[in-house]
């Protein structure tokens, strides 16, 4: 009976220790999610506004876009990295940023670690 109480503890342990290491990915992948997103909306204010037929346009350029991504993730990105930052069509930043994820705490059934990324598109509109 001992012998099933202490494998069952050992069973628990590394259950418990696997769903601590599982929380903090999805928590740093959420927390790069964020960043990700407010970078592509610090890009996509990157704009110069021109007018054309008589309305304003709002066009962004790669260099504005990365220019404004780099900053807030210099800024407020921790350790994480702006990956990519540039407009497919003159409207739209697109921002990738990556970050290394390592576990509080290891066990045999939890890598070392590895490169978590996230790609987030913000869109200049004017009304």
Known sequence: MLLLTIGYAVLALVA??????ATSLYLAQKKLDGLADAAALAGADGFALTVEGGEPVARLTTDQVRAQAASLVGQVGGDARLV?????????ARVQVAVAWHPPVVTLFVPDG?????TA????ALR
């Open 16 to 21: 418990v220790l696997v769903c601590v290491d």
């Open 121 to 124: 598109t913000s869109r200049t």
């Open 84 to 92: 990519a930052a540039g407009t497919p069509d003159g409207e739209s």
């Open 114 to 118: 590895f490169v978590l990324q996230s």
